[in-house]
């Protein structure tokens, strides 16, 4: 796609004004949620000076009248981690996506996919649009398709909580609901459904987005350009959860065009097969077992994953990931979902390798609001007997202990006790 704030920059290379003066405008443009494009013929006939631009701008865009409620997606802040990571070297931004309408990054990518496929004219309203989602990608499409007018068909697995299918349907989904704990491939997986699904209906389209380009294109387009922009180039560590893998390569691919020396690292869940996946370059079916965090991982290869791009990759637990959630909440006032927790995590297994000096931005993908049945349940946290106890404070345990030894267990015997059914035949 011709990006308009390409063509703007040479607007203003060709008026002689300094290149980095150029892209502070573009930056401002998109800061301010004006379309570089709509502007454009102004430009070039009105431009003088860069002040002068810069006063057209802050005139034209000083109310906050939208025009619905999909022109507010995109542009999340960056918020300062600095009570919850006060012993982690250097500057912890974490980029909010639950401020996005749907709450969730994946506003970014229903739109943008949904807008493109309109413009090559696969689909026009009336049509149904279908899609194999965690949930996030679920509401963020329901939103858009009741906006625009299509109808909305989600396959979603057993894991998605209880919350998240409720608001599915208030936003007019037809919502089917497949087991978890089945191969990709299986019929009944959630991913297979969605298919048959879109055989079955005349006039439906698959959105796709493991495989559809336009999800890491979304955020190349969004994402990316708004973190450079609001780090002021400063950026130096993006960390961001692997599930499509649409928001790290996306983002990612941006940052890199940027500043090559950006470091890309991806947060996995134990149980998903991504991170051997990028170390080996094998499908291990042997990594594969059942985990709690929604979003994270994956038991396939998404198209969208540039794993390429990725200079480190690191696991994380379902207890940590919880437990780092809730500290957000309680110490920062930022109630994020479960993955948002993962993404923190993973900043503390990392800390050993930042410096004072480090920039980086924690990608949050969604609000709390939606884990109330899980996460931010003391009942479900202590079924999954997630809930610290006063002496146990994360990653400082004794690796004796008996709270310490007892989580081993239960990982290890999560992870074989498929084989031990299968050996048993049972
Ligand atoms: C809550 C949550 N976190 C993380 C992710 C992973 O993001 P991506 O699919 O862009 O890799 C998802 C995607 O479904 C999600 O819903």
Known sequence: MASPSKKLTDVFQNSHIL????KTCVYFCIWKKLCPEKIFNYLTCNLNSLSQLVTFLANKETTMVYENVLATIGNTPLIRLDRVCKEIPGTILGKIEAFNPGHSAKDRIALFMVENAEKQGKIKPGDTIIEATSGNTGFSLA?????KGYKCVLTVTSKASQEKLALLRSMGAEVVVCPADVAPNDPRSYYSQAEQLACDTP???YL?????LDNSNAHYHTTGPEIWRDTEGKITHFICCVGTGGSLSGTARYLKEQNPAIQII????YGSIL????ETGTYDVAEIYPWKVEGLGKTIIPENVAFELIDDFVKVTDRNSAVRARQMALKEGLMLG????????????????LKPEDVVVVLMPDHGSRYLGKIYNDDWMNQQGFLPTPTDELHQTSPYSYQHLKRIYK???RKYSRYIRQTLKI
């Open 208 to 212: 796709g987005q493991n495989y559809d």
């Open 19 to 22: 290149r980095e003066e150029a």
């Open 203 to 205: 006039n439906s389209y």
């Open 338 to 353: 479960y993955s948002s927790g993962a993404a923190l995590e993973g900043v503390f297994k990392l800390r050993k390798h």
């Open 143 to 147: 939103m858009i398709c009741g906006m």
């Open 266 to 269: 991806g947060i996995d869940a």
């Open 275 to 278: 991170k051997k996946y990028w």
């Open 411 to 413: 990982v290890y015997r």
